[in-house]
C-alpha cells in the first residue's frame, strides 16, 4: 500500500543521511580531490586547511541533530517506527 511505500522510503532517506553523516570518509575525498585538481602544495594544503574547517562544522552540526527514524512518524508517514 501507499502508506508502507512511503514510510519505508523515509526511513530509507533517513538512514542515508546518517549513514553519510560519517565525516573521515568524506574528509579523505575531499582532500584526494585537493591534491588531484590543485598541482602547486601550497594550494593543496591552503584547500585541505578550508574544507577540513568548513566541512568539519557542517558534519558537527549535522551528528548533533542526530537524524533517527522517529521523523517518519512524526511526518505521520509512519504510523509507528
Known sequence: DIYAFAC????D???TIDD???HEP??????N?????LPDPTLQGVCVGVADTL???????L??????????T???LCIEC
Open 8 to 11: 519505508h522510503r523515509c526511513k
Open 13 to 15: 532517506f533517513i538512514q
Open 20 to 22: 553519510g553523516i560519517e
Open 26 to 31: 568524506f574528509k579523505k575525498e575531499t582532500d
Open 33 to 37: 580531490l585537493c591534491r588531484t585538481f
Open 55 to 61: 566541512l568539519g562544522g557542517v558534519f558537527n552540526q
Open 63 to 72: 551528528k548533533r541533530l542526530e537524524p533517527n527514524p522517529e521523523i517518519c
Open 74 to 76: 512524526w511526518l505521520r
